[in-house]
């Protein structure tokens, strides 16, 4: 069995993102305890989670980076991660029967909808980062790697589709995306606060692969 670093709560501020490395949440019993807000300048709950874009010192409705949390637990909707292939298949953020597939409270599908566009189209520059996290136990979290939309082996039509589906209120539609995990382990925070800026691809800190 695999031995995994962790990381305890009081140091998680500034540490950079291992992969397969556990940051471990406080010890109270509220949202203060939460790691990943700790870890990235996102919100502290959903499976769906944004960094906006900082300019002349506000933040603007663009994407730096995003946060994509799994817990593993929806059994209808479970997200599937291929350490083999390298190859992470979420589903997105639409569970509500009647409501419109993109119109959804954090965004997931409208934002899923706007990279897979961007990758047909080849505007990979204008693509934000997606940082994948799972549940560990508790409060505790594990980061699986940096990912972008797509895999090599598909279209990018082919790796975004929208599904139906069927709930006691009602029909309606999801998104399930594939992603591929890139052979980058361990982001350096500094990269981070280049994405907030807005130079993030000519960052030096910006992993090669990635680029």
């Given at each position: 069995?695999?031995?995994?670093?962790?990381?305890?709560?009081?140091?998680?501020?500034?540490?950079?993102?291992?992969?397969?490395?556990?940051?471990?949440?406080?010890?109270?019993?509220?949202?203060?305890?939460?790691?990943?807000?700790?870890?990235?300048?996102?919100?502290?709950?959903?499976?769906?989670?944004?960094?906006?874009?900082?300019?002349?010192?506000?933040?603007?409705?663009?994407?730096?980076?995003?946060?994509?949390?799994?817990?593993?637990?929806?059994?209808?909707?479970?997200?599937?991660?291929?350490?083999?292939l390298g190859r992470f298949i979420?589903?997105?953020?639409?569970?509500?029967?009647?409501?419109?597939?993109?119109?959804?409270?954090?965004?997931?599908?409208?934002?899923?909808?706007?990279?897979?566009?961007?990758?047909?189209?080849?505007?990979?520059?204008?693509?934000?980062?997606?940082?994948?996290?799972?549940?560990?136990?508790?409060?505790?979290?594990?980061?699986?790697?940096?990912?972008?939309?797509?895999?090599?082996?598909?279209?990018?039509?082919?790796a975004l589709v929208s599904v139906?589906?069927?709930?006691?209120?009602?029909?309606?539609?999801?998104?399930?995306?594939?992603?591929?995990?890139?052979?980058?382990?361990?982001?350096?925070?500094?990269?981070?606060?280049?994405?907030?800026?807005g130079c993030g691809y000519q960052?030096?800190?910006?992993?090669?692969?990635?680029?």
């Amino acid at each position: 069995m695999m031995t995994l670093n962790k990381i305890p709560f009081k140091e998680v501020n500034g540490a950079g993102l291992f992969v397969d490395t556990v940051y471990e949440g406080g010890s109270d019993k509220n949202i203060s305890s939460e790691v990943i807000s700790k870890l990235l300048h996102v919100g502290n709950s959903g499976g769906f989670r944004k960094c906006m874009k900082v300019e002349g010192g506000k933040r603007t409705k663009a994407a730096a980076y995003v946060c994509i949390y799994t817990t593993g637990e929806e059994l209808e909707w479970r997200d599937e991660l291929d350490r083999t292939l390298g190859r992470f298949i979420y589903w997105g953020d639409n569970r509500k029967a009647g409501n419109p597939l993109t119109k959804t409270k954090f965004g997931g599908n409208d934002f899923l909808q706007d990279i897979f566009s961007k990758l047909a189209l080849g505007l990979r520059k204008q693509i934000a980062p997606v940082f994948v996290f799972q549940k560990y136990c508790g409060r505790d979290v594990m980061f699986s790697g940096l990912a972008v939309p797509g895999d090599c082996r598909m279209s990018p039509q082919d790796a975004l589709v929208s599904v139906w589906a069927q709930n006691k209120d009602g029909r309606y539609q999801n998104y399930k995306s594939i992603f591929t995990i890139l052979d980058v382990p361990y982001i350096d925070t500094r990269w981070l606060t280049d994405l907030e800026h807005g130079c993030g691809y000519q960052s030096k800190y910006a992993p090669k692969v990635w680029k």
